[in-house]
């Protein structure tokens, strides 16, 4: 099992930045991907962006230039570190692993982004 511990959520005006923190801990393998999920009202969940254990990342088209995921693979821990924020980024952000051919979700954690 294991278990993601998200923070770093919060409210911002547009432009505005936000940096979030998933830890995992349990039985999490040296290969792995961690990353960020997102839900806004009324809308499917879609991914935001990952990062694998060998380095590798992948991005949403509506982030790429704003947001940066990295990852402390020592800690076991993801970061995403969110600029230049925009209204359509308000969701709750969901970390999420994959591990040993499992998948783990985090509780998630609300960003809000006003105009």
């Known amino acids: 099992q294991v278990q993601l511990v998200e923070s770093g959520g919060g409210l911002v005006q547009a432009g505005g930045s936000l940096r979030l923190s998933c830890a995992a801990s349990?039985?999490?393998?040296?290969?792995?991907?961690m990353g960020w999920h997102r839900q806004a009202p009324g809308k499917q969940r879609e991914l935001v962006a990952n990062?694998?254990?060998?380095?590798?990342?992948n991005y949403a088209d509506s982030v790429k230039g704003r947001f940066t995921i990295s990852r402390d693979n020592v800690k076991n821990t993801v970061y995403l570190q969110m600029n230049s924020l925009k209204p359509e980024d308000t969701a709750v952000y969901y970390c999420?692993?994959?591990?040993?051919?499992?998948?783990?979700w985090g509780q998630g954690t609300q960003v809000t982004v006003s105009s």
């Open positions: 999420k692993t994959l591990t040993s051919g499992r998948v783990f």
């Open positions: 990062a694998a254990s060998g380095g590798s990342t």
């Open positions: 349990g039985s999490i393998g040296s290969v792995n991907i």
